[in-house]
């Protein structure tokens, strides 16, 4: 490529262009600020809102520690603390730490990358609304008395209707139900924006830490969360309706739960330390001036933690009876999984010593430094509780509190403050005060080491975790209240930086600090609303160090993209491995949509949640009619020319096909939608396993005579036939096709009947999904089919509407590429669930 | 083989003073005023307890070791002499430190750890041991001996065990998951619905030391103990064969108007007092509550003032506790009734 | 700039990831057959040998991997001229090194413990 040595697009730049730009990128103004969908600005206020409930949940833990300042105390009673203990971890875990991450994510990916937005920027706006309003409501339930109280693994049978009656347990399913759709919804995003927005130049070996270490934790979300999606499914169904997946008596298992929501919580621990350990390998750099030593083992460290940590869950079960040897496999892979931590703390150290300058201390520094040796900690004594037999002892002990708030708020929190003094100068007219920083950081790490090291202690000399109250004659007693008093000097360190916050923060899009700590990567590039003036070409993993005119050049426009051809918001989608241009997006710009979707979607979760069915399905309406008015204008008309973005390279502003974003989100959903079903699969088998005298019990009705799910199956065959079939027959744009919407509707339809006579086949044979564990999987699968062929035929019905109003040809056929996709997926999920619900039972032993 | 032998040889160790005298040494060093407390992991009086301590001072001086280091380079990266970060600041540091030191560290950790679980295994791969079944209830502990001639005893909140003998504990619950632990003996252990899990336990010396329920099992789960009472072989064969006979007579005419209290207000219909009417199953049996040492799972002190408060106020001492509170008493019948509930030894 | 595009993304993971996909199938395999021989036919012996069997069967991919870095980065597509080839054949090689750690060691536990029993 040329244009190593001359830039893409040459000066002057033409009047015009960046009017042109700045108007296409303009905030909206006034309270109609939310509807803005500018990366920046959901990021600001994604994190705004995370923070706060950093603080509301912080504050859940002072009152927490202040009723165990002292044996015996009285300040709240059993049944509240119950509630804030729950709260507490819920809080922190699914309305703080993975929230923050998305929305640093959010905030600083496309800065990072020199993109103008994200690929879907409606998309982070519902996922950020549904956030903050299903978060809000939910939390508030702990100020009626309606908290869960389950603790935050919430473990059947106590969370069964028969130990926890009334509505607190579906709060927590309902409300973090969402909350997960939310988190999936961010993970699209992020690995489609990482992969094919970066720019020109910038291929995978060159991206910065915290992509990768971004697009790992995106993946990661795809595949953890599904299972803890499914297992609230699972346990929500049996509060309501009574089918027995974790009764024992009915031939399910209490430790299914366990194993689907571990096999989420501990990767989870994994998906926030990750991004956090991202942003670390970018501060050290930038405060050291020196480039990070061993990216490449950092990058290994980044994947091995990703794989590693879907090896660990059964060590949150190391006491529920397992065979040893199954301990010992997962004791393995717990000692693997402190390797790649090992390998970041030295080249961090590394770093910081290669520095020729010595290594900066600024506030950010200081977090850093702190994070690096309470995380140590924390890793250490998380290989304590790797091996097996230690375990036995410290398992559900104070000593195991310790460990995780070590690990969390040492691996996470404590880089999450030294990103804010880091990053905020980024998008503020001010940075933070350097001085008050020394404060807050001092009284953070002494008081987080006062809290909890002495946890390690109460927990060894026997404090089991979730007691409101202890009696003072078993030692406890001055570990606490050492505990108590760090509690509050670590609340004073936040509390002195939300002060600094308030004091100093003046968010801006234009024009923060200019690149303060003198680093190297994109995203202190000079910005606007529209991102940088233009797409900067990328020739190393630090292009401000390495091409010190970067920043000049880009602002004059002389790199690609320097404007807005098409009129509107628009970004360079790249190749995913070698970041070659491939063509231009045009993304959507303010919108009502996407916050009345989030609305309707919190709204109907919540109101079915108190029983309120009604307005429940008047939420749910309002959220598809919002969602459709949204999809509705995202399709763009194909038939534009393609534009210049510099350097003689026209790009094409329409892509369909298996280049095209939208196509990799569908195929991101369907990645997700098939950890689902693996989910569920590992559950048929995981019951039968455990209970093979009931599968099916005796007496249970036979299964339908497998000519049934022959039949059946080439239904199936027949749908996905005929929508291979549309797709021949798409018209011609301009012309008119009049078979086309007919076949669509005609394979929905086979999908609509196989699933029919597949549920009718089995409640014909007398087969009831409460009677058994066995039936209850039977209908499990069918309800999962469900939801899969559900979401096809919206897309179908989508699709026929956009044929009839002339927006859907051979050229413009993105919403048919959708629908297709689903629905060969939903094809290959149906015809595997009925293999394994007609042909297993005959065969298994 | 070989590891066989180390195991036994290693789990021998850990009951030889020797080994207590380093970890006291060691508790010197950390800040840890004290770790006796009769809840504590930290002296054991178990054989899984002995076996484990070591493994645990093991890790944690690896730990220390490593954190050690770990500030000394950064001390060094930071405020070192040039040639030190020079040196310090190279990809071979990650290697080494990051991948060569950590697996070599961490394979024998892992070994070690394993050796332990295979002792564990041998423990209970014995067979011919005198069994407990200790049910989780909400929130007490059900516990049932059997008789050397096969009849069962069912007594509550209290293990009685004799010393220098292994005993399989059979770990069951009818309702939510709890996790039995007496620190002092070892490990935890779940008591799932629907499952039966055994831990094979070995007191090591005479005495009384205390366990706690560790699984969250909702409401009342922080007032959920018991007491561990680790008896020469001889007396706990009497006071098998002593508890095995029904409940004693009342002595005085005031426990013999306890009695009559305790029958006429239906208390039978949740407790037993075998040799009485009262046959109830759904709480604690309570034909010889007063020799236990604890009322309500270890959250009242067993003596007659105690006994007065719980029947008329365990709500408050226990909150959400199964017993509705009985306040239709009078002063002196609620005496009488402690009484003789005390007398029941 | 459209023309053909090479490495794609599917390939070039497969070969970052290569070894610990390998792991993760170990240890899969290892836990299933563990759990389901000792659950159905109740034989430690069948169990701890299977178990040590999957692991050298897993294990000795891994380490032909390793002794051939570039034959295999060339299989995946990642070839001799590309100027990221070295930085992709170094992060395949460490992760096939940890994960190749992580199969031993779960094979270790095998040698060690014996199937079947809850051993407390």
């Not at chain 1, 015996?72 to 309305?95: A, E, I, K, P, R």
């Not at chain 1, 509060?239 to 430790?255: C, E, N, Q, Y």
């Not at chain 3, 390998?22 to 836990?31: I, K, Q, R, S």
Request: charged share 10%; net charge neutral; hydrophobic share 55%.
């Amino acid at each position: 490529m040329a244009v190593d040595r001359e830039l893409p697009n040459s000066l002057p730049r033409p009047e015009g262009e960046l009017e042109a730009l700045e108007r296409a990128w303009a905030l909206p103004k006034g309270f109609r600020l939310i509807t803005a969908v500018n990366n920046q600005a959901i990021g600001i206020i994604y994190i705004g809102v995370a923070l706060l409930f950093f603080i509301l949940a912080g504050i859940l833990g002072l009152i927490i520690r202040t009723q165990l300042a002292v044996p015996g105390n009285n300040l709240v009673g059993q049944d509240f603390y119950n509630q804030l203990f729950t709260m507490h971890g819920t809080t922190m875990m699914f309305l703080f730490a993975v929230p923050v991450v998305e929305a640093l994510g959010v905030l600083l990916l496309p800065q990072m990358l020199a993109a103008r937005d994200l690929p879907f920027p409606r998309l982070s706006a519902f996922a950020m609304w549904a956030y903050v309003v299903g978060g809000l409501v939910f939390f508030s339930t702990i100020l009626y008395d309606l908290a869960p109280k389950g603790g935050w693994f919430m473990y059947p049978p106590l969370t069964l209707s028969e130990f926890s009656p009334g509505n607190n347990a579906d709060f927590w399913l309902l409300g973090i139900g969402f909350i997960e759709i939310s988190a999936i919804a961010g993970a699209i995003e992020i690995i489609v924006g990482t992969l094919r927005t970066r720019p020109p130049g910038m291929t995978l070996a060159r991206m910065p830490i915290f992509a990768w270490a971004m697009l790992i934790f995106a993946a990661m979300i795809m595949i953890a969360f599904p299972a803890v999606i499914l297992a609230t499914m699972m346990l929500e169904i049996e509060r309501a309706f009574g089918w027995p997946f974790f009764s024992a008596g009915k031939g399910g298992d209490p430790l299914l739960w366990q194993h689907l929501f571990w096999f989420f919580g501990h990767p989870e621990v994994y998906i926030i330390f990750l991004p956090a350990a991202g942003l670390v390998s970018m501060i050290v750099p930038a405060m050291a001036q020196h480039r990070l030593v061993g990216y490449r083992l950092i990058v290994v460290a980044l994947i091995a933690t990703g794989f590693f940590s879907f090896g660990l869950w059964v060590h949150h079960m190391f006491t529920t009876g397992i065979p040893s040897l199954s301990l010992g496999f997962f004791s393995a892979a717990s000692m693997a999984v402190a390797i790649p931590s090992g390998i970041q703390v030295f080249s961090w150290i590394a770093t910081i010593a290669a520095g020729r300058k010595p290594f900066r201390i600024t506030s950010a520094s200081l977090f850093v430094l702190g994070f690096l040796f309470i995380f140590t900690v924390g890793g250490l004594t998380g290989v304590m509780v790797a091996l097996v037999p230690v375990d036995f002892q410290v398992h559900d002990t104070y000593f195991v509190v310790a460990h995780f708030h070590y690990v969390l708020i040492g691996g996470m929190v404590f880089p999450l403050f030294a990103t804010l003094y880091y990053w905020i100068p980024m998008i503020s007219r001010n940075m933070l005060s350097e001085r008050l920083g020394r404060w807050v950081f001092w009284l953070m790490f002494i008081g987080f080491n006062l809290a909890f090291f002495p946890m390690h202690i109460a927990g060894l000399l026997g404090m089991p975790r979730r007691v409101w109250t202890y009696p003072g004659d078993l030692g406890w007693n001055s570990y606490n209240m050492a505990s108590t008093v760090g509690a509050y000097i670590l609340a004073a360190g936040v509390a002195l930086f939300v002060i600094d916050l308030f004091r100093r923060f003046r968010p801006t899009m234009s024009g923060g600090v200019e690149n303060p700590w003198s680093a190297g990567t994109l995203e202190w590039l000079p910005s606007d609303a529209y991102a940088t003036r233009s797409i900067p070409f990328v020739t190393s993993r630090e292009p401000l160090w390495d091409q010190p005119s970067l920043a000049r050049e880009v602002n004059e426009g002389r790199h690609f993209l320097p404007g807005a051809p098409t009129g509107g918001r628009e970004t360079i989608v790249t190749s995913a491995v070698d970041a070659l241009p491939q063509y231009v997006i045009r993304m959507p710009g303010p919108g009502w949509s996407p916050l009345i979707a989030s609305l309707g979607m919190a709204g109907f979760f919540l109101l079915l949640t108190v029983k309120l069915v009604v307005p429940a399905l008047i939420s749910g309406v309002v959220f598809i009619v919002a969602v459709l008015v949204w999809a509705w204008s995202l399709d763009h008309d194909a038939n534009v020319p393609a534009v210049d973005i510099g350097a003689g390279i026209r790009l094409p502003v329409y892509m369909a096909g298996p280049v095209s974003h939208s196509w990799w989100a569908m195929t991101v959903l369907i990645l997700v939608a098939s950890s689902l079903y693996l989910a569920y699969v590992f559950s048929y088998f995981y019951l039968w396993v455990v209970s093979p005298d009931v599968w099916p019990p005796e007496g249970s009705p036979a299964l339908p005579h497998i000519f049934w799910p022959g039949i059946i199956g080439l239904l199936i065959l027949g749908g996905t036939v005929l929508l291979l079939f549309a797709r021949r027959i798409l018209p011609a744009p301009g012309s008119t096709s009049r078979a086309f919407p007919f076949v669509v509707a005609l394979a929905m339809a086979c999908f609509l009947v196989a699933l029919t006579g597949e549920i009718w086949g089995h409640w014909a044979s007398g087969l009831r999904p409460a009677d058994n564990a066995y039936a209850t999987m039977v209908y499990m699968a069918c309800f999962l089919n469900l939801q899969v062929i559900t979401g096809c035929v919206f897309l179908a019905g989508f699709t026929i509407a956009r044929y009839f109003t002339g927006k859907l040809d051979k050229e413009r056929r993105v919403n048919f590429e959708s629908t297709a996709l689903l629905t060969y997926y939903a094809a290959a999920q149906f015809l595997l669930g009925l293999v394994i619900i007609h042909v297993f039972p005959r065969v298994a032993i | 083989m070989m590891a066989m032998r180390f195991l036994k040889r290693s789990v021998a160790a850990g009951r030889q003073p020797v080994t207590r005298s380093i970890a006291a040494a060691l508790l010197l060093i950390l800040p840890i005023a004290g770790c006796s407390g009769p809840q504590s992991a930290l002296s054991p009086r178990g054989v899984e307890a002995f076996s484990i301590g070591p493994l645990f001072w093991t890790a944690t001086w690896v730990g220390l070791v490593v954190t050690l280091i770990v500030v000394v380079l950064v001390a060094v990266a930071l405020y070192g002499p040039e040639r030190w970060r020079t040196w310090l600041g190279q990809d071979w540091i990650i290697i080494g430190g990051g991948i060569v030191f950590p697996v070599t560290v961490l394979s024998g950790l892992l070994v070690y750890g394993l050796l332990i679980m295979q002792a564990g295994a041998m423990r209970s791969a014995q067979v011919g041991l005198e069994s407990i079944t200790i049910r989780g209830k909400l929130w007490w502990w059900e516990v049932v001996y059997t008789t050397p001639e096969g009849e069962e005893i069912p007594s509550a909140n209290e293990l009685r065990l004799p010393v220098d003998r292994p005993v399989r504990l059979l770990l069951e619950s009818d309702n939510v998951i709890h996790s039995f632990w007496a620190p002092q003996l070892g490990g935890k252990l779940d008591m799932i619905p629907g499952r039966t899990n055994e831990l094979v336990v070995e007191a090591t010396e005479a005495g009384v030391s205390r366990g706690q329920c560790a699984e969250y099992c909702g409401g009342a789960h922080a007032l959920m103990s018991f007491f561990v009472v680790a008896m020469p072989q001889d007396e706990y064969d009497a006071w098998l064969a002593s508890k095995a006979e029904g409940a004693r007579a009342p002595a005085t005419a005031e426990q013999e108007r306890g009695q009559r209290l305790f029958l006429e207000n239906g208390c039978g219909a949740c407790h037993q007092v075998r040799g009485t009417e009262a046959r109830g199953l759904i709480g604690p049996d309570l034909t010889h509550v007063g020799s236990r040492l604890s009322l309500a799972a270890a959250a009242l002190p067993n003596d007659t003032k105690a006994l007065m408060r719980w029947i008329t106020d365990g709500q408050h001492i226990k909150p959400e506790n199964r017993m509705p509170p009985f306040r239709q008493f009078s002063g002196g019948e609620l005496s009488a009734l402690a009484a003789y509930l005390s007398g029941l030894e | 700039m459209l023309e053909e595009q090479r490495p794609s993304l599917a390939p070039t993971f497969g070969y970052l990831m290569l070894g610990s996909l390998f792991w993760a199938v170990h240890l899969l395999v290892v836990y299933a057959a563990h759990t389901l021989i000792c659950a159905l036919a109740s034989s430690p012996t069948a169990s701890s040998l299977t178990v040590v069997a999957l692991t050298a069967i897993l294990a000795l991919p891994v380490a032909f991997v390793l002794l051939n870095q570039r034959r295999t980065g060339r299989w995946f597509g990642i070839s001799d001229e590309l100027p990221d080839r070295k930085t992709y054949d170094a992060i395949s090689r460490f992760i096939g090194l940890l994960s190749l750690a992580g199969i031993l060691w779960a094979g270790v536990a095998a040698a060690i413990v014996s199937s079947c029993a809850t051993g407390r």
